[in-house]
């Protein structure tokens, strides 16, 4: 290690960058811009989750001085932007629906939904690890799409 990487630091930095590959990987693999809007945001959901899960460690530092590190962000971030504008045109997301809110919204939950998986796997009660991302994926985008008030009650909101 000590030959290949000249601190800690560097390595950690390795570290993450590669995680970041992973991440630009995991949301390239959904085909965001050609799967049914749906299936796409699933899947991208499923597998971001498994790498915010796998290398949080990583996943949770920012490197923006790496400029490999900052092109893959920001094309997540432009693929993102594209599949809830196709989500919003087939009808998956409302038409009046502020894509930008609705994306930091969709990131929130992600990373709340990988602190809660590394919250139940350090306290023993976590299931297969498969069928927890995916039913976490589930719970991430059921949220987004429904919400968690009730539907179709009115509310302070009005019917």
Known sequence: MHRRF???????????????????????????????????????????????IGWGFAMSRTAPEDPEVARAHADVLDQCDRLFRRARE??????????????????????????DRAEKADSADSADDTDDVDALATRVVDTLLRGIGRQGEGGFLGP
């Open 90 to 115: 087939a009808g998956v997301l409302r038409p009046d629906t502020d894509l930008v809110w609705a994306r930091r919204v969709y990131y929130a939950l992600i990373h709340e939904a990988a602190l």
């Open 6 to 52: 000249t601190s800690r630091e560097a390595l950690v930095d390795a570290l993450t960058a590669w995680a970041t590959r992973q991440f630009h990987e995991a949301v390239t693999s959904a085909h965001p811009d050609s799967a049914p809007p749906l299936v796409a945001l699933y899947q991208a959901t499923a597998n971001v989750l498994r790498v915010k």
